[in-house]
């Protein structure tokens, strides 16, 4: 899916760049929370990662399959969860952009008005999950059959292992606003939500999911 462009072919998965300057965010979310949380924590999952399967069948599988494959295996936690973690960081780094927030583009907001009653109800429960998850975790639009949801995950989880398609992430870790709100994470999310978010990059989510769903159900040679 989307984060396809994290694995190669030799079998090791590269950390992508950052589809922004690390002083993009700034101050919202400072260059100085970036440099750690995508060099050092991003990094770290990634360099993990490849260190745990060198040399095993599981250097053979894209980044989404390999989260597939050991989720929920009790012997490969480790390997999961840093393998969950590069995807969702990935993620997450496209669903932030500078001069972000505003109104979605239409067609999302349309089924945000469809799912949630608005799309500014809609927003508020992404607002409401980011703000109370429990711990460690991230907050996540996703569409689940025709509808769309507002969910969260504890630590490395990710929609994926749930046939869900994610359209959109919040990274709820401290290492994702320590630095720059404390303990303040309600500030961080209203920050995010406000003034940061890339609707445009949930829209094409959606509308790449929608696309390939209706192309599954083509009769095969039209
Ligand atoms: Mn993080």
């Not at 300057?21 to 949380?37: C, K, Q, V």
Request: proline share 5%.
């Amino acid at each position: 899916m989307h984060a396809s462009a994290t694995t190669e072919a030799a079998g090791r998965h590269e950390l992508p760049p950052l589809p922004y300057a690390i002083d993009a965010l700034d101050p919202l979310i400072s260059a100085r929370t970036l440099g750690f949380h995508y060099g050092k924590h991003h990094g770290g999952y990634v360099d993990t990662l490849n260190t745990l399967i060198a040399d095993t069948p599981l250097a053979q599988l894209s980044l989404e399959d390999l989260v597939l494959e050991t989720s929920g295996k009790p012997g490969q936690v480790k390997i999961f969860n840093n393998a969950a973690q590069a995807w969702n960081h990935t993620f997450y780094w496209r669903s932030l952009r500078p001069q972000g927030g505003g109104e979605p583009p239409a067609a999302l907001r349309q089924r945000m008005t469809t799912s949630f009653g608005s799309w500014e109800a809609c927003r508020k429960q992404l607002s409401i999950t980011a703000t109370s998850q429990f711990g460690s975790g991230w907050a996540w639009l996703v569409l689940d059959g025709d509808e769309l949801r507002v969910t969260s995950t504890t630590g490395a989880g990710t929609p994926l292992t749930d046939r869900l398609t994610p359209l959109l992430t919040i990274d709820v870790w401290e290492h994702a606003y320590y630095l720059d709100h404390q303990n303040r994470r309600a500030d961080y999310v209203s920050a995010v939500l406000e003034k940061l978010v890339d609707w445009d990059f949930a829209a094409d989510n959606l509308a790449q999911a929608l696309t390939s769903r209706h192309r599954a159900q083509l009769p095969s040679g039209s």
